[in-house]
């Protein structure tokens, strides 16, 4: 063992083990600096501010108490709104995300020329916020759920493509070259190669942004794109904790069942996988 140690190559090695133990540590010391400090800009060590939180929520849910659901024949449009927009949000932001993410895959599209403006777009379209989203296209076609079903479908876009370009670019190329070499066209070495891998990954992410746009599309009503939303803001702004208390659990409601069915369309494909 002592004469492995003098080698020069085991010199190297413990060499680059400091090295990266050293890189380690520094972005480590750097991480934690950055979120102490971003706890102190947002003032959340000014304990002052915390004195008369909980009185105001226990308040809060006492006027809350007990949820009135009297109104409840007239929340029949904004929930189906809300779900209308959730479902053709994520299918719109799908359906654009397939080609883009196709193109924004580095082992698909080698061409930078190509794939470096389709990231461009992809990044672009998930950093603007689904509520400026709302904002314009509230202002470009006016109030309703189509604006929210626009919105969600420019977001989920952006967020779907790079997703869909990253499984892309995680296909294990070894099944496709044992099929190529088989003489196997371009269509099978996609039907019985690609797909499998990346299928149960598709359907996942795309499931688990249906769930995310349904909560999404309860606050594109703050800005008019309809729903539950709406509903939900209307009754706070004219002080029916009762009637917003009984909307918020029919909202968790009908969230709790989409996660349930997401849950089992996920099983089934990641079974069949």
């Known amino acids: 063992m002592s004469e492995l140690t003098q080698t020069p190559g085991w010199a190297a090695i413990q060499q680059d083990s400091r090295s990266r133990l050293r890189t380690s540590l520094i972005a480590t010391i750097v991480a934690t600096a950055a979120i102490v400090v971003a706890f102190i800009y947002a003032g959340a060590f000014d304990w002052r501010r915390y004195a008369g939180a909980l009185p105001t929520i226990v308040t809060l849910l006492g006027d809350s108490m007990p949820p009135d659901f009297s109104r409840w024949p007239k929340w029949g449009r904004p929930l189906l709104e809300t779900l209308s927009m959730s479902i053709a949000g994520t299918v719109l932001g799908a359906l654009a995300a397939m080609p883009l993410g196709a193109l924004a895959a580095r082992n698909v599209v080698r061409a930078p020329w190509i ?145 349930l069915i997401g849950g089992r369309l996920r099983a089934r494909f990641l079974d069949q996988a």
């Open 115 to 259: 794939g470096n403006p389709a990231r461009l777009l992809l990044n672009l379209l998930r950093s603007i916020p689904g509520l400026i989203w709302g904002v314009m296209f509230v202002a470009a076609v006016g109030f309703g759920p189509l604006p929210g079903i626009l919105a969600l479908g420019c977001h989920s876009t952006g967020m779907l493509g790079k997703f869909y370009a990253e499984t892309l670019e995680h296909v294990e190329p070894g099944p496709g070259d044992a099929l190529r070499s088989l003489g196997v066209s371009r269509l099978g070495v996609l039907r019985f190669s690609v797909l499998p891998q990346i299928l149960p990954r598709l359907v996942d992410v795309t499931i688990y942004r249906w769930e995310h746009n349904l909560r999404a599309a309860t606050t594109l009503g703050v800005v008019g794109a309809g729903g539950l939303g709406l509903e939900i803001i209307t009754a706070f702004h004219l002080f029916e904790y009762r009637e917003a208390m009984a909307l918020i659990i029919l909202m968790l409601g009908l969230v709790t069942a989409i996660t």
